[in-house]
Nanobody
Framework: QVQLVESGGGLVQPGGSLQLSCRYS????????MRWHRQVPGQEREWVAI???????LYTDSVNGRFTISRDNAKNTMYLQMNNLKPEDTAVYYC?????????WGQGVQVTVSS
């Protein structure tokens, strides 16, 4: 099993920055790719960014160039640096991993972008 705990959400003005963290524990040796997703109430959860085990990075179009995903295996932590935030980035953000075909999710953190 794997446990995921997010932190770093909050309220920020448009154009501002936030960094989300996702600390992982448990059977971490089996973790391959890691993902950030987000969800707005009443809408489907969407993937935001992926970091593969080999370091390959992928971003959904709406955040490409503004968000950066990274991981520090020494600290068992994944990050999402979010710059130039827009009101449409407002959502609950979740980190996610798949281990042995089992999906694991964090509890989610609220990010609100508003003036």
């Amino acid at each position: 099993q794997v446990q995921l705990v997010e932190s770093g959400g909050g309220l920020v003005q448009p154009g501002g920055s936030l960094q989300l963290s996702c600390r992982y524990s448990g059977n971490v040796a089996k973790i391959g790719s890691m993902r950030w997703h987000r969800q707005v109430p009443g809408q489907e959860r969407e993937w935001v960014a992926i970091i593969a085990r080999d370091g390959t990075l992928l971003y959904t179009d709406s955040v490409n160039g503004r968000f950066t995903i990274s991981r520090d295996n020494a600290k068992n932590t994944m990050y999402l640096q979010m710059n130039n935030l827009k009101p449409e980035d407002t959502a609950v953000y979740y980190c996610n991993v798949v281990v042995d075909l089992q999906n694991y999710w964090g509890q989610g953190v609220q990010v609100t972008v508003s003036s």
